[in-house]
C-alpha cells in the first residue's frame, strides 16, 4: 500500500524559508512521477511543482518558478520540496503526491498535471503559513 508522510511544514515570515520533505513506502519508490501540490482555504488544489522518476526533468507552476526547488533522492524513497523567498500567498496546506491511480479505493482523487501525468496517491498534508 502506497503511503506518503510529509513533514517540515509550519510558519515563516515573508522572505524566508522553508524545507519540506516527504518519505514514500509501499511501492518502488524510483517508478513513479512525485509532485507537490498546494490548497489554500476555499480554493482548488494547485499543482506546484513535480519532478520525473531520475530526477533529470521538473516543472513548476509560474508562481513559485526561481523560489521554489523539487528534488529526489531515490535511494532514501524521499521527495523534498526547498521553499526560498516565501509570500503571503504561499500560505496552504502542502500535499506530496505520487503518480499513480489507486486500484482499490474507492472514488479516489485524481489530479492531471499540466504534463498529463496523473497523481492519485496523496500524503496527508502539512500546513505552510506565511505572514507578511
Known amino acids: 500500500q502506497v503511503q506518503l508522510v510529509e513533514s517540515g511544514g509550519g510558519s515563516v515570515q515573508a522572505g524566508g524559508s522553508l524545507s519540506l520533505s516527504c518519505a514514500a513506502s509501499?511501492?518502488?519508490?524510483?517508478?513513479?512521477?512525485m509532485g507537490w501540490f498546494r490548497q489554500a482555504p476555499g480554493k482548488g488544489r494547485e499543482e506546484v511543482a513535480i519532478i520525473n522518476t531520475d530526477g533529470t526533468s521538473t516543472y513548476y507552476v509560474d508562481s513559485v518558478k526561481g523560489r521554489f526547488t523539487i528534488s529526489r533522492d531515490n535511494a532514501k524513497n524521499t521527495v523534498y520540496l526547498e521553499m526560498n523567498g516565501v509570500k503571503p500567498e504561499d500560505t496552504a496546506m502542502y500535499y506530496c503526491?505520487?503518480?499513480?491511480?489507486?486500484?482499490?479505493?474507492?472514488?479516489?482523487?485524481?489530479?492531471?498535471?499540466?504534463?498529463?501525468?496523473?497523481?492519485?496517491?496523496w500524503g496527508q498534508g502539512t500546513q505552510v503559513t506565511v505572514s507578511s
Open positions: 503526491a505520487a503518480e499513480g491511480r489507486p486500484a482499490n479505493q474507492g472514488r479516489p482523487y485524481l489530479y492531471k498535471s499540466a504534463v498529463g501525468v496523473i497523481f492519485g496517491y
Open positions: 509501499g511501492y518502488t519508490y524510483s517508478t513513479k512521477w
